[in-house]
């Protein structure tokens, strides 16, 4: 099904007057008055999409979720993990914004976690898959100890402004995963 040209301007509308408002502060202080106000509309257009900021928030971090799972099982089943972390670092890059404030506590606190969950989801079995000699319990751990290595460094490169490329950052995330990995690939 088509969304028309108009009402996806509007809902684009929306969310960028929901994003400016949620940098500032958080999502239990923004008000549809605000909201209609920022993006030029009327309460009733907000109400055909929305029920509250609270469900505008929702609706956009399961779209996030749901963008971001569809990009790794398209990439993850796939030979090439380069091209896959280059496309997901691009995708970042490319949302950073919107990522970013969602991620703050003035948006949903456990926001993160799902992401890590759904990660966890669709990657997990993939590293496991490579760790034929290990428990779950231990290729749990594995999966776990690569996914906050790589989360910091995402965090720093978030933090310096993004400057490296994503081939530049998929280079070095794999170059520390298969040193983490090799000693359990003997």
């Given at each position: 099904?088509?969304?028309?040209?108009?009402v996806?301007?509007?809902?684009?509308?929306?969310?960028?007057?929901?994003?400016?408002?949620?940098?500032?502060?958080?999502?239990?202080?923004?008000?549809?008055?605000?909201?209609?106000?920022?993006?030029?509309?009327?309460?009733?257009?907000?109400?055909k999409?929305?029920?509250d900021?609270?469900?505008?928030?929702?609706?956009?971090e399961?779209?996030s979720?749901?963008?971001l799972?569809?990009?790794?099982?398209?990439f993850?089943?796939?030979?090439?993990?380069r091209?896959?972390?280059i496309?997901i670092?691009?995708d970042?890059?490319?949302?950073h914004?919107?990522?970013?404030?969602?991620?703050?506590?003035?948006a949903?606190?456990?926001?993160?976690r799902?992401?890590?969950?759904?990660?966890?989801?669709?990657?997990?079995?993939?590293v496991?898959?490579?760790?034929p000699?290990?428990?779950?319990?231990?290729k749990?751990?594995?999966?776990?100890?690569?996914?906050?290595?790589?989360?910091?460094?995402?965090?720093d490169?978030?933090e310096?402004?993004?400057?490296?490329?994503p081939?530049?950052?998929?280079?070095?995330?794999?170059?520390?995963?298969?040193?983490?990995?090799?000693?359990?690939?003997?």
């Amino acid at each position: 099904m088509k969304t028309d040209a108009r009402v996806r301007y509007t809902k684009q509308a929306i969310r960028t007057a929901f994003l400016t408002l949620l940098a500032r502060k958080p999502v239990a202080q923004i008000t549809v008055t605000q909201l209609c106000e920022m993006a030029q509309i009327n309460r009733a257009t907000f109400y055909k999409h929305y029920q509250d900021p609270f469900d505008l928030l929702q609706q956009m971090e399961d779209e996030s979720l749901l963008h971001l799972r569809d990009n790794v099982r398209q990439f993850a089943t796939g030979p090439d993990v380069r091209r896959f972390l280059i496309r997901i670092l691009e995708d970042l890059r490319s949302r950073h914004e919107e990522y970013t404030i969602m991620a703050t506590p003035n948006a949903d606190p456990d926001f993160p976690r799902r992401v890590s969950e759904c990660l966890y989801r669709e990657v997990a079995p993939k590293v496991g898959s490579s760790l034929p000699g290990l428990s779950d319990s231990q290729k749990r751990m594995v999966y776990r100890f690569l996914e906050s290595g790589g989360s910091g460094l995402l965090n720093d490169w978030f933090e310096q402004g993004m400057k490296e490329s994503p081939e530049e950052v998929s280079d070095m995330i794999l170059r520390l995963s298969h040193a983490a990995l090799a000693p359990f690939r003997r």
